[in-house]
């Protein structure tokens, strides 16, 4: 057997200082594994940390590409890429997509290409395998700040006779913001290149990673071993069959044939029935989840038919909803139909959809729509007012595109020939949660409704919006001598920094109101409040002749968290 080693990888090491990061006409092969091991706690859980266990091996292919007669793109294919977690193993053809990216002349990636539109989610996983193939090699040159798909790094590096260490130093992570995992530590990290003219003969490292949640509540920790070596045996990739130029490159999907659809549904059913999924995080499974995107929803008789336990069916809602693509969208929106009888299941459903950050896809969007418009059902008046307003915290939440402004149209317009008050009530909070101000119009026609369930609705709506015009609307309800709804007036108000009259009306209420509700919604109100001048005294007075512990505790809390703030 004639092997790539003899074939395509004879060659002299270059000297590393005057070396590029490759020069030569490079069609190379490489056997790769990527072993990761997770063990994640929640703080309120005392237990041991639950772990998992993935190892990825496969064969990469690597050529040369060209690209709007840009130097530098390196168009890659990954072959037979299997995973196993314990006894499991399965053929991962979402990992095996061609694509390209483009390297600087330092060695780092700039640029990615794709043949076809893919999810964040599909992008990231292809990415990942990119990055292997990124480090620096030039001392003389070098910059301090990498990235990969996690976030930026600090990276040091050491040059020494034929081999580059590599070594990370600090993370910052991209939208720490807006996910669940905000910080990352590196508790370890090493990694060996042994370069050659094309890409390297070898590389190899090890990585330990801390990762935390919102309040430090969510903790992971993951170790990765991996090595990259010169592959044992040449394969007949595709990749070779496609042209250096990227732009000739077909860029249509091409339907998987019926029986690699039946394998891979098999595949799916196997993995979802035969694991215990409450033992994989959820952004865990989602990975996991994406390689059966394409069958992915043969799962709803695994639904419907209730074949997973309780806790294992939340999991496996969690993970889909973090998946996010086209198909697990349109899977949880049928459920939310199919389960019909099954409240819990189409609350969970809902809740799932409510994780996704991507666009609507339009076969989602077409799905809500058409529920909106006929009404949505389901046996608990809960999850039916849940499902508007659940409707308007994505629309909030998501990327808007042509779809979103779809629903946006059709709570409007239900909204206008609605006649129940229940609904009336939950496609207003819908139309506040969007948090969007075309909104703001109709909302405020119902400032006024004779019905106090609406009328609450529209307070909390015009709190969400959070705009000027909003908070004049919701400073005229204050100056009402009397309101039947002054407790989700104040409670709207919160969101606001309030002008001096409107605090002193809000202040008032919570001295001398009669009704220790009333009271305590005022008081959290001026808790939210930037200028504290005059309030503390007040409030201090009021202290003598407060008869509620919950209120007399807040004013406490309140006179307490100031002086703190006055300290520091």
């Known amino acids: 057997m004639i092997t790539l080693n003899k074939v395509i990888l004879v060659g002299a090491l270059s000297a590393l200082a005057n070396s590029q990061y490759t020069q030569a006409s490079c069609a190379t092969q490489y056997d790769f594994y990527i072993d990761t091991r997770t063990t994640f706690n929640y703080d309120q859980i005392k237990s041991q940390g639950q772990q998992t266990h993935i190892r990825l091996f496969g064969l990469i292919t690597i050529k040369e590409a060209e690209h709007n007669d840009e130097n530098g793109w390196w168009a890659l294919k990954a072959d037979n890429v299997r995973a196993g977690s314990g006894q499991f193993a399965s053929e991962l053809e979402s990992y095996t997509l061609p694509f390209a990216f483009k390297l600087t002349p330092q060695g780092l990636i700039s640029d990615f290409w794709f043949p076809t539109q893919l999810s964040k989610q599909a992008q990231d996983q292809l990415k990942g395998l990119a990055y292997y193939f990124q480090f620096q090699r030039n001392p003389e040159t070098q910059l301090k700040l990498e990235q990969d798909t996690l976030g930026q790094y600090t990276a040091t590096y050491i040059f020494e006779n034929d ?30 290149v042994t370069p050659n003219t094309c890409f390297f003969s070898l590389r190899q490292g090890q990585e330990t990673l801390l990762f935390s949640g919102k309040s430090q509540s969510l903790n992971l920790k993951t170790k990765q071993r991996y090595q990259f070596a010169p592959a044992k045996q040449a394969y007949p990739s595709s990749l070779f069959s496609l042209p250096n130029d990227l732009s000739s490159w077909p860029t249509n999907n091409k339907s998987l044939s ?35 995107d394409a069958v992915i929803g043969t ?25 996010d693509s086209a198909n697990s969208q349109l899977l949880l929106g049928r459920l939310l139909i199919e389960a019909e009888k099954d409240p819990l299941m189409q609350f969970r459903a809902l809740r799932a959809l409510s994780q996704g950050r991507n666009p609507f896809s339009p076969e989602l969007s077409s799905l809500l729509k058409e529920q909106i418009e006929t009404g949505f059902s389901s046996l608990d008046s809960e999850v039916t007012s849940s499902f508007y307003m659940t409707i308007g915290a994505m629309l909030n939440g998501r990327q808007p595109n042509q779809q979103a402004q779809k629903l946006h149209d059709a709570l409007s317009e239900q909204l206008s020939i609605e006649t129940d008050n229940r609904t009336q009530s939950a496609l207003i909070t819908g139309l506040g949660n969007s948090r969007n101000e075309q909104h703001f119009e109709q909302i405020d026609s119902f400032v006024n409704d004779s019905n106090r369930s609406v009328q609450k609705a529209s307070f909390r709506a015009l709190g969400m919006l959070k705009t000027t015009q909003a908070y004049e609307s919701l400073e005229k309800q204050l100056a009402k001598p009397t309101h039947n709804n002054q407790v989700a007036l104040l409670g709207a108000l919160a969101n606001y920094q309030l002008k001096p009259a409107a605090s002193d009306a809000v202040l008032a209420i919570a001295v001398n109101n009669l009704d220790e509700e009333h009271r305590y919604a005022a008081i959290k109100t001026l808790a939210t409040q930037n200028d504290q001048a005059g309030i503390k ?32």
């Open 163 to 192: 081999k580059i260490q590599l070594n990370k130093q600090a993370y910052q992570l991209h939208n720490a913001k807006q996910e669940a995992l905000q910080t990352i530590k590196i508790a370890s990290s090493g990694h060996e």
């Open 537 to 568: 005294k007040m409030l201090k007075s009021a202290l003598r002749s407060e008869t509620s512990k919950r209120n007399f505790q807040a004013i406490v809390e309140l006179i307490h968290n100031q002086d703190s703030s006055a300290q520091n």
């Open 258 to 292: 019926e029986e690699v659809l039946a394998q891979l549904a098999r595949s799916l059913q196997q993995f979802v029935l035969e694991n215990d999924l409450t033992q994989t995080p959820a952004y865990n499974l989602a990975k996991q989840l994406a390689q059966f």
């Open 299 to 323: 799962l709803s008789d695994v639904f419907l038919k209730q074949q997973l336990s309780d806790s294992a069916q939340m999991r496996l809602f969690n993970g889909l909803g973090q998946l």
